[in-house]
């Protein structure tokens, strides 16, 4: 009997749904020998994939199982974006208390968000070695304890110390979280629920501020912000104990070989479909994939490209963190907690952005049915970047230059409408153009635009004071938006070539040639298809080299 394709988990299918949930072990289905390829033995195990509904391919949960499991990863990555600017409104209290400078309070955040760049190079290798729940629960965690060395903190280098330990543990959602999405939604489904996952890093730091500020007026004082963000990380984290399952497929179906060999005593040999060549060793997997977003970074021009627009819009975002108290608290004289709601005119803009993701699926699956192998190219993702991505300079130059306290506030703050709507639609149609053009390598792609945000997001909103002191309200924040200007054509390009480039690619998926059907036979995660897809074995190649 032939042995099978190693065609990942992450490939697109379209696996039938099933009524049945696999909540436990008591439901481990145990499959004869006769229908694995192999012989069982030492020299020719028996390969075990996914069968035909298959009821523990995370494919084939029930709906709502694969919802509820959407909601708590999108949730732990809104919260520990949310504690990354919480902590800003209670700067001018802590500043006051523990004799920082303000150079020194804003550290706090940009070391916060240096710690996401840093997390995700030893975390991601991690879940290809363990699975993604045991990396969630052990460092989400160590995470939330943090927060109560912020709370306890006597002095400035503590609060940096623990503000930087927070960062790099609370980092995993921001790459396993994508990665645990695509695990469980095929590619026509993932619409809505990456696009919780995308917005939420973005959504998360515009409510802390909010929050965060009247917390500080109150006579609980700034330190209640950090046991705010304790008890938050806290609750989140039992309910990723409670309601999130491993859902990485080769982790599953190790298991599942583990098992089996258990069951036949050890006398009936088993290896998983991911380890047909070789066993992944925690050395090989973690020295191959530690450099691989700068691998990523260094050799995907689209992966490049793409790091760079969502880089540019995620900083400037966190430069507004340093720059709204400027326009608002020092010039307009607002309280924290007025300030807090400035944002709001962000946050408007953001869930607006996440509303229009309906239109976006619409046209992605008019592309499907227009397209003669019924796959859309990965560039259908990239309609509302093309024109809902805009918004990001345009509500950058709106708030520069209605910032001078001699215009009314509320103009200001309605600029951040359109910057948030921009930031949403960007982080939206990125991520799942990344997840349609690097399929089992996405995780890999998404950790390089996180690890480029990150280091970029930890710049800004250190140098924007600066900025804002030598240049002035208005042409400070002019700058950051020549930059967006600059990007905006990315995605169109993109759209126009990008199909071009992933021809050259050595990881991105290909089309087919001629925009043709081409039938080649591919062992999915739940059934045998056929894929229109020509290049086919040099991903198969890739897969068991990468798996």
């Known amino acids: 009997m032939s042995q099978p394709s190693a065609v990942s988990s992450y490939e697109d299918k379209a696996s039938p749904a099933s009524a049945t949930d696999t909540a436990d072990d008591a439901t481990f289905a145990v499959q004869p020998e006769r229908?694995?390829?192999?012989?069982?033995?030492?020299?020719?195990?028996?390969?075990?994939?996914?069968?035909?509904?298959?009821?523990?391919?995370?494919?084939?949960?029930?709906?709502?199982?694969?919802?509820?499991?959407?909601?708590?990863?999108?949730?732990?990555?809104?919260?520990?974006?949310?504690?990354?600017?919480?902590?800003?409104?209670?700067?001018?209290?802590?500043?006051?208390?523990?004799?920082?400078?303000?150079?020194?309070?804003i550290l706090g955040l940009s070391l916060y968000v240096l710690g996401f760049g840093l997390g995700p190079t030893v975390f991601a290798p991690l879940s290809e070695i363990f699975g993604r729940r045991?990396?969630?629960?052990?460092?989400?965690?160590?995470?939330?304890?943090?927060?109560?060395?912020?709370?306890?903190?006597?002095?400035?280098?503590?609060?940096?110390?623990?503000?930087?330990?927070?960062?790099?543990?609370?980092?995993?959602?921001?790459?396993?979280?994508?990665?645990?999405?695509?695990?469980?939604?095929?590619?026509?489904?993932?619409?809505?629920?990456?696009?919780?996952?995308?917005?939420?890093?973005?959504?998360?730091?515009?409510?802390?501020?909010?929050?965060?500020?009247?917390?500080?007026?109150?006579?609980?004082?700034?330190?209640?912000?950090?046991?705010?963000?304790?008890?938050?990380?806290?609750?989140?984290?039992?309910?990723?104990?409670?309601?999130?399952?491993?859902?990485?497929?080769?982790?599953?179906?190790?298991?599942?070989?583990?098992?089996?060999?258990?069951?036949?005593?050890?006398?009936?040999?088993?290896?998983?479909?991911?380890?047909i060549k070789h066993k992944r060793t925690f050395k090989a997997v973690f020295k191959r994939n530690m450099g691989k977003p700068f691998v990523f970074l260094a050799t995907e021009p689209i992966v490049l490209f793409i790091a760079i627009y969502v880089s540019i819009a995620y900083a400037t975002l966190y430069a507004f963190f340093a720059a709204y108290p400027i326009v608002f608290q020092e010039h307009r004289h607002f309280s924290p907690g007025q300030g807090g709601l400035t944002?709001?005119?962000?946050?408007?803009?953001?869930?607006?952005?996440?509303?229009?993701?309906?239109?976006?699926?619409?046209?992605?699956?008019?592309?499907?049915?227009?397209?003669?192998?019924?796959?859309?190219?990965?560039e259908a993702r990239l309609y509302l970047p093309m024109v809902g991505g805009l918004g990001l300079p345009i509500g950058i130059f709106w708030f520069a230059w209605t910032s001078s306290p001699s215009i009314p506030w509320i103009s200001p703050v309605l600029a951040g409408a359109p910057f948030g709507i921009g930031v949403a639609v960007i982080m939206q149609g990125m991520t799942q153009y990344l997840m349609?053009?690097?399929?089992?390598?996405?995780?890999?792609?998404?950790?390089?635009?996180?690890?480029?945000?990150?280091?970029?997001?930890?710049?800004?909103?250190?140098?924007?004071?600066?900025?804002y002191r030598n240049l002035g309200d208005e042409w400070a924040c002019t700058i950051f938006g020549f930059l967006a200007l600059a990007c905006a054509p990315i995605p169109w390009l993109f759209f126009k070539y990008g199909s071009f480039v992933r021809q050259h690619s050595r990881y991105a998926h290909k089309d087919a040639v001629d925009d043709q059907p081409t039938t080649q036979t591919v062992a999915s995660d739940s059934n045998t298809i056929k894929e229109g897809r020509p290049n086919i074995g040099d991903i198969e190649k890739l897969e068991v080299e990468e798996a």
Not at 440 to 459: D, E, G, K, P
Request: net charge positive; proline share 7%.
């Open 343 to 378: 944002f709001l005119g962000v946050g408007l803009g953001t869930m607006t952005g996440t509303a229009l993701t309906p239109i976006q699926n619409r046209l992605y699956w008019r592309a499907m049915a227009r397209s003669p192998t019924g796959r859309a190219p990965p």
């Open 134 to 275: 045991p990396i969630f629960l052990s460092t989400f965690a160590i995470y939330a304890c943090f927060h109560m060395g912020g709370a306890l903190a006597q002095n400035a280098a503590t609060v940096l110390v623990t503000r930087t330990l927070a960062g790099v543990w609370g980092s995993a959602p921001l790459t396993n979280a994508g990665a645990g999405m695509a695990d469980i939604w095929t590619p026509r489904e993932r619409g809505v629920a990456a696009g919780l996952y995308a917005t939420a890093p973005f959504l998360g730091p515009v409510l802390g501020p909010l929050i965060g500020g009247w917390i500080t007026e109150t006579r609980l004082g700034w330190r209640f912000n950090f046991w705010i963000m304790f008890m938050f990380s806290a609750i989140v984290y039992i309910l990723g104990v409670i309601v999130t399952p491993e859902t990485y497929h080769p982790a599953l179906l190790r298991k599942r070989v583990k098992k089996l060999m258990q069951a036949s005593g050890g006398e009936i040999f088993y290896v998983s479909k991911f380890d």
């Open 35 to 105: 229908s694995y390829p192999g012989s069982g033995t030492r020299d020719d195990p028996y390969v075990v994939d996914w069968s035909p509904g298959d009821v523990e391919n995370p494919y084939n949960w029930p709906k709502s199982k694969r919802w509820i499991i959407t909601y708590q990863l999108a949730l732990s990555t809104f919260t520990v974006s949310f504690c990354s600017s919480c902590y800003t409104g209670g700067l001018d209290d802590m500043q006051r208390d523990l004799h920082m400078s303000q150079e020194v309070a």
């Open 436 to 467: 349609d053009a690097y399929g089992i390598f996405c995780a890999s792609a998404i950790a390089s635009t996180v690890v480029l945000r990150s280091i970029t997001a930890a710049i800004f909103p250190l140098i924007c004071p600066i900025m």
